[in-house]
T-cell receptor, first 113, second 113 residues
């Protein structure tokens, strides 16, 4: 059971470039989330999804887009990378049916130069 | 709006000493509360959680936390620190009526030999 898998683990982007951070979970969880983590700031919610085809904005959605075509996958898209998007990104999932804890991926460390 | 406050962004303890990491929350209803631990270059993993029932919650690695409604606190403790406890610890609350989670800004624990 792999849990939540994120790819890539590290990436360097140039300003204005685009990329997609991949997240997949094999636990059949309904809810999925994208957070960014900046030093001293904790985790900020970017986008979340309550099921396939349904997404909503979190606290800091500007500059990002998401889609949820399947239960398993929840990719995060950066269209025009900016230095302010340098961060560590975490994907998480929760099973609505039991318990309430979130399972996290290992993170993607993104640097925009 | 619900929020979580972690007092002390850095805490240092000697090996074998008591670990106390503080978390206060704001919520108008009984909250779901969590402590997560993050080791360097890894994702977050659940230490313990409070949902309902017993207010003293035991978690992994000898940690425990007590939910005190009168003090709106959920402090994390461990009787005797071990070098392997050095990590960053996050307190979180589930936002009322949703499956969104609000994280504190984290406390980095350093264990001194």
């Amino acid at each position: 059971n792999a849990g939540v898998t994120q790819t890539p683990k590290f990436r360097i982007l140039k300003i204005g470039q685009s990329m997609t951070l991949q997240c997949t979970q094999d636990m059949n969880h309904n809810y999925m989330y994208w957070y960014r983590q900046d030093p001293g700031m904790g985790l900020k919610l970017i986008y979340y999804s309550v099921g396939a085809g349904i997404t909503d904005k979190g606290e800091v959605p500007n500059g990002y887009n998401v889609s949820r075509s399947t239960t398993e996958d929840f990719p995060l898209r950066l269209e025009l990378a900016a230095p302010s998007q340098t961060s560590v990104y975490f994907c998480a999932s929760i099973d609505r049916g039991q318990g309430t804890e979130a399972f996290f991926g290992q993170g993607t460390r993104l640097t925009v130069v | 709006a619900q929020s979580v406050t972690q007092l002390g962004s850095h805490v240092s303890v000697s090996e074998g000493a008591l670990v106390l990491l503080r978390c206060n929350y704001s919520s108008s209803v009984p909250p779901y509360l969590f402590w997560y631990v993050q080791y360097p270059n890894q994702g977050l993993q659940l230490l313990l959680k409070y949902t309902t029932g017993a207010t003293l919650v035991k978690g992994i690695n000898g940690f425990e936390a007590e939910f005190k409604k009168s003090e709106t606190s959920f402090h994390l403790t461990k009787p005797s620190a071990h070098m392997s406890d050095a990590a960053e610890y996050f307190c979180a609350v589930r936002q009322e009526g949703t499956y969104k989670y609000i994280f504190g800004t984290g406390t980095r624990l350093k264990v001194l030999a």
